[in-house]
């Protein structure tokens, strides 16, 4: 039962989160990385799991999220050259560390919410 409120949690998220991104400048790239990870999870409520589809998109979001790491102005620069300032303070990402930074930990949580249905379905 756990399971399902988690899945309902993730799916609802990561649906506002496309919505969200339909504004951005790369909403043609964001939209379908949050609706497709808001799919799984949407369809792992009704018992329909795709363990294969999750390691994919899992491996495709955390090599994206390797390159976002160590693009010019990425997470590595944010941490290492900016001094780790506030990525909250404003939604406007007004320094081009923002996106990226936002963009990587972004991946990490659907890779996460993937990953707990993967090792769920699994030992189910």
């Given amino acids: 039962m756990i399971?399902?409120?988690?899945?309902?949690?993730?799916?609802?998220?990561?649906?506002?989160?496309?919505?969200?991104?339909l504004n951005d400048i790369d909403w043609y790239l964001w939209v379908p990385i949050y609706v497709a990870?808001?799919?799984?999870?949407g369809l792992a409520c009704f018992g329909m799991y795709y363990p294969n589809l999750y390691v994919g998109l899992t491996t495709f979001y955390l090599i994206y999220a390797i390159k976002l790491f160590f693009d010019k102005d990425g997470v590595k620069d944010w941490i290492v050259?900016?001094?780790?300032?506030?990525?909250?303070?404003?939604?406007q990402a007004e320094?081009?560390?923002?996106?990226?930074?936002?963009?990587?930990?972004?991946?990490?949580?659907?890779?996460?919410?993937?990953?707990?249905?993967?090792?769920?379905v699994i030992h189910v």
């Fill in 95 to 120: 320094k081009p560390f923002i996106e990226n930074t936002r963009e990587f930990f972004g991946l990490l949580i659907i890779s996460a919410a993937l990953i707990i249905d993967y090792v769920v």
């Fill in 3 to 21: 399971f399902i409120i988690v899945n309902v949690i993730f799916c609802l998220s990561f649906l506002v989160f496309a919505y969200l991104n």
């Fill in 37 to 41: 990870v808001a799919a799984c999870c």
């Fill in 81 to 91: 050259k900016y001094n780790k300032p506030s990525l909250v303070e404003t939604m």
